[in-house]
């Protein structure tokens, strides 16, 4: 079983980038698909970005396209999503997620065995 945890999370200005990471802890982090996503308050959570093992294949919610990148460092054990131009509704608290067995629905946490605790990203207008 991995263990994950996020870190970069904070206050920016509407525009501005942040960059959060999600370090593996645990079994071969390379054996893992890896997703971020996130939960607004009032709001269901929602997926956000998806990575297959090897970082070669990736997927994203329409709403992040063109803004965010999923990328990850196998030999750092660390998944990352950076994160441009952005948005007030880009707010919420964001949780990386691991899936070992199938990426079946990878756009729903379906497939995701462990998830992060969550870091809160807040854009302001």
């Known amino acids: 079983q991995v263990q994950l945890v996020e870190s970069g999370g904070g206050l920016v200005q509407a525009g501005g980038s942040l960059r959060l990471s999600c370090a593996a802890s645990?079994?071969?982090?390379?054996?893992?698909?890896m997703g971020w996503f996130r939960q607004a308050p009032g709001k269901e959570r929602e997926f956000v970005a998806h990575?297959?093992?090897?970082?070669?294949?990736?997927y994203y919610a329409d709403s992040v396209k063109g803004r965010f990148t999923i990328s990850r460092d196998n030999g750092k054990n660390t998944a990352y999503l950076q994160m441009n131009s952005l948005k007030p509704e880009d707010t919420a608290v964001y949780y990386c997620?691991?899936?070992?067995?199938?990426?079946?629905?990878?756009?729903?946490?379906?497939?995701?065995?462990?998830w992060g605790q969550g870091t809160q990203v807040t854009v302001s207008s």
């Open positions: 997620a691991a899936g070992y067995w199938s990426t079946s629905y990878y756009y729903t946490a379906r497939p995701y065995d462990t």
């Open positions: 645990g079994r071969s982090f390379s054996t893992y698909f």
């Open positions: 990575s297959s093992r090897s970082g070669s294949v990736t």
